[in-house]
T-cell receptor
Framework: ETGVTQTPRHLVMGMTNKKSLKCEQH?????MYWYKQSAKKPLELMFV???????ENNSVPSRFSPECPNSSHLFLHLHTLQPEDSALYLC?????????????FGQGTRLTVV | KNEVEQSPQNLTAQEGEFITINCSYS?????LHWLQQHPGGGIVSLFM???GKKKHGRLIATINIQEKHSSLHITASHPRDSAVYIC?????????FGKGTLLTVNP
């Protein structure tokens, strides 16, 4: 248990569906992240939020829409996805938005787009 | 070419063996992270280091900043150490990840 909780753990959705992934941390961290892990590829950073403000959008298509209502919660809204978007989506948090602080990861959401 | 290269990609060992996983990177960094990912996806941070050496139980991580190289060692390996080990380097406020090393420890 890392203190970062993601729901759901598994999600199957059609290309016309709209769904949301949720991430929650009560570690008192100020930075939260969405990562994508595709088969046989390194983790890719998607979004960074620092003190609820989006500080990085790593050229992510608009069919992925993040939302950070407060420092403890992070959402990833999905709509009109493509089969190639099937991947493991990981949320992480860290005390500060600096890469010399430890990151805590959730268990991930395994997404399958059919 | 990925900025972070890990070797080997796959490693099979017998229980009790000493394990070494290597990580080389090509950018200037503020810190290097070693992560463990078990089947099912969850990732656990093992070490974060910017110089020297750290030890936690049977795990040891070292880094040589001049050579841009880090190693993760596991002493007295055990089947429960079977996982993917990922090296990640932090620079310019982002983490860049290696592809991971799949370690299988057989009893």
């Amino acid at each position: 248990e890392t203190g970062v909780t993601q729901t759901p753990r598994h999600l199957v959705m059609g290309m016309t569906n709209k769904k949301s992934l949720k991430c929650e941390q009560h570690l008192g961290h100020n930075a939260m992240y969405w990562y994508k892990q595709s088969a046989k590829k390194p983790l890719e950073l998607m979004f960074v939020y620092n003190f609820k403000e989006q500080t990085e959008n790593n050229s992510v298509p608009s069919r992925f829409s993040p939302e950070c209502p407060n420092s403890s919660h992070l959402f990833l809204h999905l709509h009109t996805l493509q089969p190639e978007d099937s991947a493991l989506y990981l949320c992480a948090s860290s005390q500060e938005w600096q890469m010399n602080t430890e990151a805590f990861f959730g268990q991930g959401t395994r997404l399958t787009v059919v | 070419k990925n900025e972070v290269e890990q070797s080997p990609q796959n490693l099979t060992a017998q229980e009790g063996e000493f394990i070494t996983i290597n990580c080389s990177y090509s950018v200037g960094i503020s810190a290097l992270h070693w992560l463990q990912q078990h089947p099912g996806g969850g990732i656990v941070s093992l070490f974060m280091l910017s110089s020297g050496k750290k030890k936690h139980g049977r795990l040891i991580a070292t880094i040589n900043i001049q050579e841009k190289h880090s190693s993760l060692h596991i002493t007295a390996s055990h089947p429960r150490d079977s996982a993917v080990y990922i090296c990640a380097v932090g620079s310019n406020y982002k983490l860049t990840f290696g592809k991971g090393t799949l370690l299988t420890v057989n009893p």
